[in-house]
């Protein structure tokens, strides 16, 4: 009897991350045949996720949950470049440049969910990549997540630099509704050479701003982080002065500031990157950056400036 293989040919399954970091370690990051290039000169492979919800420990939150790994706003500073390492890519060109799609990730964390297990502890959306980089507005993967989250009653916060974050403020608001939710848009500093500089892949800062306020109109706990802040080129009181009057302005319900840190392949990729750019600056941060944080006492004046210029403008 013949039998139609439609009726059982399922496609080729995407590849686990763990199989990407094989090919990749065999044959580069050509090697990812099956990764789609668009018109923004990166490389999208998709894959499946194991796992959508990943513990983490020493942070002010418990699980975090990324739906793409690898980020086309390309910041300099970025922590999560360290992480494409785990993939066996690059810190530097490849994180912006190999984006890891996870087709599967709302599925999965509606099973995860559903586990008696689960306790519906807060979730962390875009701390190792942004959920609202542009691709988002193709796959919509991280508004099935909030989607999932909503409907569990489950409580998330949420960072990003991305506007289309206001694309979902119906769910946000709903989830508002259900449980704690918050968002922290990332305005680092709001001086055009800066942005340029440090942030080649991202929307302007104003724009930023103005996902702020809108969110806040619709009920939504948003707020700004001011991270982070890059000593000697966005560290000027003045500059972060312009930064805190513009976000006052702009309406957000709360505000916080960390002093950028380098680790792993974050720091080879931004010390490589600041002896291009600004190489007046590499002896000074080779002895700041002894380890891959700022001294406490460094940091601790940076935020005395920020508390005082914070409470001039009312934040």
């Not at 942070?59 to 706003?73: I, K, Q, S």
């Not at 509704?177 to 500089?197: F, G, I, N």
Request: hydrophobic share 40%; glycine share 8%; charged share 25%.
């Amino acid at each position: 009897m013949e039998i139609s293989p439609l009726l059982f040919d399922l496609g080729k399954l995407k590849p686990t991350t763990r199989q990407i970091a094989d090919v990749v370690k065999a044959g580069g990051a050509e090697a990812l045949t099956d990764a789609v290039l668009r018109a923004d000169a990166a490389r999208y492979q998709e894959v499946h996720c194991r796992s959508a919800l990943n513990p983490v420990k020493g942070m002010p939150f418990a699980w975090t949950l990324n739906p793409y790994r690898g980020c086309t706003h390309g910041c300099h500073y970025c922590y999560a470049r360290r992480y494409h390492t785990q993939f066996e890519l690059g810190a530097g060109d490849d994180f912006a440049a190999v984006i890891f799609v996870k087709t599967n990730v709302v599925e999965v964390l509606r099973r995860e969910l559903r586990k008696p297990s689960w306790r519906r502890e807060l979730v962390a959306l875009g701390t190792a990549t942004d959920c609202y980089q542009p691709i988002e507005g193709s796959y919509k993967l991280t508004r099935g997540v909030l989607e999932a989250l909503t409907e569990a009653g489950n409580p998330a916060g949420i960072v990003t630099k991305g506007p289309m974050i206001v694309r979902d403020k119906d769910v946000l608001a709903d989830l508002s509704a259900r449980a704690d939710c918050r968002v922290y848009v990332s305005v680092p500093c709001v001086d055009e050479d800066v942005w340029r500089a440090l942030e080649p892949g991202t929307a302007h800062p104003l724009q930023r701003l103005r996902a702020v306020r809108e969110l806040v109109d619709a009920g939504i706990c948003a707020g700004v982080l001011m991270a982070p802040i890059v000593p000697g080129i966005s560290s000027k009181p003045a500059l972060i002065e312009r930064t805190i009057k513009a976000v006052a302005d702009h309406g957000a319900r709360v505000m916080g500031c960390n002093v950028m840190h380098l680790d792993g392949g974050t720091r080879d990729h931004f010390m490589r990157w600041l002896a291009q750019e600004f190489p007046q600056l590499v002896d000074g941060y080779t002895q700041l950056y002894a380890t891959k944080y700022a001294p406490s006492a460094y940091r601790k004046e940076v935020k005395n400036v920020v508390g005082l210029l914070s409470r001039r403008h009312g934040m």
